[in-house]
T-cell receptor
Framework: SAVISQKPSRDICQRGTSLTIQCQVD?????MFWYRQQPGQSLTLIAT?????????ESGFVIDKFPISRPNLTFSTLTVSNMSPEDSSIYLC??????????FGPGTRLTVT | QQQVKQSPQSLIVQKGGISIINCAYE??????FPWYQQFPGKGPALLIA?????SEKKEGRFTISFNKSAKQFSLHIMDSQPGDSATYFC????????????FGSGTQLTVLP
């Protein structure tokens, strides 16, 4: 499986500010995915990030609110902009591993006050 | 058509019993069906996955049963242990594990000692 790390692991932020979440993978991957998991809920895809191209956003998510960077094949960032309490969630990145499977990072737990 | 419906929402099983969680889908283009286990404060961990060309896959105490005609798949946990207490998510995607996942709503499993 792929080894995925995320930073920060958790943060408490004030309304109106922005937070950038980092995702680092131990191997080169073409596609990285960003998901949101609201408290007690399932996972919802935010966007798909390919290296060298613009991220593809799912319905209900826009680039101005969740800008994504993908500078190389092992790293990506997701920024949560102009935060409100409704953005309080766990944010997860995932990648396809070297074998049959898609693997998730440990997540970033965000609380917006 | 992109939904994956999961049941039950919660499940309580005695130690040593069999835990069964069911999922149903509509999109016949789905070709990858993984199950994830998530402990509180952790990212989802890939348990087992199946492609639609097989009807069953077993890994240790975990078995996926797949019924293509009924568009249903299920997770069976044999000899359930208190350490299995977690939230379980089914998911599906088109294009194998390289594509974004559509998740079920999750099942909170409690295994009583």
């Amino acid at each position: 499986s792929a080894v995925i790390s995320q930073k920060p692991s958790r943060d408490i932020c004030q309304r109106g500010t922005s937070l950038t979440i980092q995702c680092q993978v131990d191997s080169q991957v073409t596609m990285m995915f960003w998901y949101r998991q609201q408290p007690g809920q399932s996972l919802t895809l935010i966007a798909t990030a390919n290296q060298g191209s613009e991220a593809t956003y799912e319905s209900g998510f826009v680039i101005d609110k969740f800008p994504i960077s993908r500078p190389n094949l092992t790293f990506s960032t997701l920024t949560v902009s102009n935060m409100s309490p409704e953005d309080s969630s766990i944010y997860l990145c995932s990648v396809r591993g070297p074998s049959f499977g898609q693997y998730f990072g440990p997540g970033t737990r965000l609380t917006v006050t | 058509q992109q939904q994956v419906k999961q049941s039950p929402q919660s499940l309580i099983v005695q130690k040593g019993g069999i835990s069964i969680i069911n999922c149903a889908y509509e999109n016949t283009a789905f070709d990858y069906f993984p199950w994830y286990q998530q402990f509180p404060g952790k990212g989802p961990a890939l348990l087992i996955a199946i492609r639609p060309d097989v009807s069953e896959k077993k890994e240790g105490r975990f078995t996926i049963s797949f019924n293509k005609s009924a568009k249903q798949f299920s997770l069976h946990i044999m000899d359930s242990q208190p350490g299995d207490s977690a939230t379980y998510f089914c998911a599906a995607s088109t294009g194998g594990s390289a594509r974004q996942l559509t998740f079920g709503s999750g099942t909170q499993l409690t295994v009583l000692p």
